[in-house]
């Protein structure tokens, strides 16, 4: 292992190429991140600072003074490519061609080509190639599609470029020219060459104290790779993790492999989330790709609770259900159940039986370890081996989990200000609807207090006393879904004038269980007691558990 300071212009030469190994990261620097390194290395440039480091660049040296592998250090040196490019593209000959040869170095006699200095992960490097070393515009169209398909990678890299541009706009080609010289031959990084993988993994993981931090996702994959015994099958697996980034996304990755943890596991975590996946794939025996191989089938069923990809209306019904609970608790569950589904037991009613759990541990105000705990027996149940039985045992589970009459006391109780009060006022709302009819609630969403919490007006005076007011100002049956602004528009107006809000031409109520609300003449004790009593059926024709 060797170490050494070394100006950018020793890093970027014609001499040295760099290339990104399948097991590092892709690109993932922020917008942020680059104008923040731009802007330091100015200020330094402008105070004539002798020397600026900007961290460490750790490689393994495939050929002596000619081929590295970069193992840490990648978010740096692309970055040093990127703005290396762009200042190329704002400066005249001859300054253009001599920053171009940092980054593409080519023949002056014969105008060819060489080979890039620097070589991203396969999947990046085309349209690094074209877009940063060659300067081809992006088209919209293009942008549209990588938007579409969240590459963030490509995203991030556009996304620089255009803070580059906007650095360079800001100042006028001398000082440019000036800038170039100054990040080449005064602005340093330590250079570490080791000559194997196993040492360079080690520093991997301990120097990485600049820069942008290893996800655990990163961590998982350097040990994937690790782990390969014949590097000669490296493609291979890196077609694998690609597979997991592109099914997944990178910014999702991290999420995704904690449920998967879960999942496998039905275990609160005891470390770090790549150690434990480590012992996690020491059990597959085809290590590591087996394991890759039942990650990306578990990544496609994650995607599947993520977009909401299921037949059946009531299965989907009880998802949208669950992704308006203020905790992800409950997905480790569900991706196990389509990792492995019970015999017998349809999705549509295990999704049912992990709403009704969910909801009433969640209305319950169960802490979490006691949320905790029923997820845990239930992903056990649907490991055991004599399938026939695992759908009993999940129903049994369930069933000794709850607890339907302290639910619904808390649901005949005050749940405005719980948590929990726009998603069971939805559901409810959702319930009742015809199959055929899918409504989703995107926009802004208000819990709306009929009675009001002053009773300012003589219209609730006459209605209602301070005892009455404090029992019903809260409850369920009190409280009404409306979208956009109007809950502010309706304060503190009496019942008939607050009913003209809510159906006013050009903001018409958008909730059927609101739109009741229109069909009483009075607003008085009875009418609440009424729809008390109607909303606290709807809700336990949901969320109770029978035998």
């Known amino acids: 292992m060797q170490a050494s300071e070394r100006k950018i212009s020793q890093v970027l030469t014609e001499e040295i190429r760099y290339e990104v190994p399948p097991y590092q990261r892709p690109y993932s620097w922020t917008r942020e991140n680059v104008e923040q390194l731009l802007d330091d290395v100015w200020e330094a440039h402008v105070r004539n600072d002798t020397e600026y480091f900007i961290g460490s660049l750790i490689t393994i040296e495939r050929e002596r003074d000619r081929l590295y592998d970069v193992v840490d250090g990648q978010q740096r040196l692309t970055t040093l490519n990127l703005i290396l490019a762009r200042l190329r ?33 396969r999947k990046d490097q085309k349209f690094f190639r074209l877009h940063v070393l060659d300067g081809k515009p992006v088209e919209p169209a293009h942008e549209a599609e990588i938007q579409a398909a969240s590459d963030a990678p490509k995203l991030r890299i556009i996304e620089n470029l255009a803070a580059i541009d906007a650095f360079c706009a800001e100042r006028d080609e001398a000082a440019l020219k000036a800038f170039a010289n100054y990040l080449l031959t005064q602005v340093y990084v330590v250079f570490v060459t080791t000559g194997s993988l196993s040492s360079a993994y080690r520093l991997f993981n301990v120097l990485n104290a600049r820069g942008l931090a290893l996800s655990n996702a990163d961590l998982i994959k350097n040990a994937l790779f690790s782990e390969l015994s014949d590097q000669t099958l490296s493609a291979e697996l890196e077609e694998a993790w690609l597979e997991l980034e592109d099914t997944v996304g990178v910014d999702r990755l991290d999420g995704f492999l904690g449920h998967y943890r879960t999942s496998l596991t039905a275990a609160k975590a005891r470390g770090s989330l790549h150690e434990e996946f480590a012992e996690i794939i020491s059990g597959f025996k085809g290590r590591p790709f087996d394991f890759l191989r039942h990650t990306n089938d578990s990544a496609r069923n994650y995607m599947r609770i993520l977009n909401g990809e299921f037949d059946s ?97 808390f649901i005949d109780g005050e749940i405005y200000t719980r948590p929990f009060a726009q998603a069971v006022l939805l559901r409810i709302e959702e319930a009742d609807q015809d199959e055929s009819v899918t409504k989703s609630y995107d926009g802004h969403v208000t819990i709306e207090h009929v009675l009001p919490q002053s009773l300012a007006d003589p219209y609730w005076q006459s209605r209602f006393d301070l005892e009455a007011h404090r029992g019903w100002i809260h409850r369920l049956a009190n409280l009404a879904l409306l979208a956009g602004t109007k809950n502010y528009r309706a304060k503190n107006y009496d019942f008939d004038r607050k009913k003209v809000i809510y159906t006013e031409k050009n903001n018409s109520v958008s909730f059927d269980t609101t739109k009741l609300i229109l069909a009483e003449g009075e607003w008085n004790e009875e009418a609440l007691d009424r729809r008390q009593r109607e909303l606290r059926s709807r809700a336990a024709h949901l969320w109770l558990i029978g035998d």
């Open 313 to 409: 209306v009531s299965a989907k019904r009880a998802l949208r259900s669950l992704g308006r609970v203020k905790f992800e608790e409950w997905i480790p569950p569900l991706l196990a159940f389509l990792d492995r589904p019970a015999a017998g037991m349809a999705e549509a009613d295990y999704l049912s039986l992990l709403e009704k759990i969910t909801f009433q541990n969640w209305v319950r105000r169960l802490a979490f370890t006691a949320r905790q705990t029923v997820y845990f027996q239930i992903i056990k149940a649907l490991q055991v081996e004599n399938r026939p039985v695992v759908a009993d045992l999940i129903r049994s589970i369930v069933r000794d989990a709850s607890n339907n009459e302290e639910f619904l006391q």
């Open 89 to 121: 593209d704002h400066v005249s000959e001859p300054a253009r061609t001599a920053l171009g040869k940092r980054v593409l170095p080519a023949n002056e006699l014969t105008g060819e080509q060489g080979a890039p200095r620097l070589t991203l992960r």
